[in-house]
């Protein structure tokens, strides 16, 4: 995908283009890419071919393998790290800034797919359909507990109206839900685009919603911002749903909500530890439907990413600069 796509956006010619397999199995890849997320790129062990084939590398295009120091160190004619991604826990940034290398991420490539998820896990829990599926599979012919609840008419609360909640917005319009978003960094022209409207506060947005959707990125100022007080005033009919990160949530108070019953059920999509343990607790609640951290994988999203990965080399080549770089100010590209 990601050859078709620099032809495409950079000419037939371009190149040479060389690909580097990380190696391990999906499992041991996965185990690596949880440990870079809590302890960043110095936390995995870098392969002696990645290390090999940068030496002549002008760009180095990656989705989760890590860009350490030796990495950066290892290739003298490197210009820029394009990830295909938002969030960049696998790059050293400031090694890379010091070194003269842009670190250029891509935005929205996986918005419409995390969107289409938050809304099915929406559905999951209102409907208990997993619930009701499982039951089925097993040979019984369980009915919900209670009567269901609908999407259109409820209040769907927003903690962050980036890409991935103007696209839940998108979606979510045909359902006819009243939609309310915080987002202290977003402007009211955009928010309003949306038949949005726009809270003060983070209070808000749990007190008066039937589902809260988690959609902020993960910073310090988010890192387990959203906890016991948040949950403590949340209807006891609402549901909570992230798609985003897990360490925007501490863990440990959501799981005693849910285990307390205080709030209707949970949609979620990330995870502290991934896999969950065999003996998690996590597995042992029936208010709670869980995916395995793939929102953001559909064949849609691999395609943009090639393809917005693509464009940001293509910018580079042409202007010797890619001002969407993070550290574009520092670099002297803007």
Known sequence: MYVDALAEACGPDFGPVSGVEWPGSKAEQHAVQQAMEWRGPEAAT???????????AEV?????????RAVLRAAPALRAVCVARAGL????????????VG??????????????????LMLAEARDIARVDASVKAGGWQKPPGPGREIGGS???MV???QVGRAFATVLRGFGSRLIAYDPYVTDAVVSRYSVTRVDSLDTVFRESDFVQVFARLTAETECFLGAAQFALMKPTAYLVNTARSRLIDTSALYDTLAARRIAGAG?????QEPLPADSPWRRLDNVTITTHFAGDTTTTSLRSARLVAEAIAELAATNRCVSAVNARELGWV
């Not at 180095?60 to 350490?68: E, G, I, K, R, T």
């Not at 826990?89 to 003269?100: H, K, S």
């Open 103 to 120: 670190v250029v991420p891509v935005h929205g490539r996986n918005a419409t797919a995390v969107a289409e998820l938050a809304v099915g």
């Open 268 to 272: 979620l999509d990330v995870h502290d």
């Open 89 to 100: 826990e696998n790059v050293d940034v400031a090694a890379a800034t010091a070194l003269g």
């Open 160 to 162: 962050g109206f980036g």
């Open 46 to 56: 870098v392969s002696g071919e990645l290390l090999e084939a940068v030496g002549e």
């Open 60 to 68: 180095l295009a990656v989705h989760f393998a890590p860009v350490s």
């Open 155 to 157: 209040t769907v609360g």
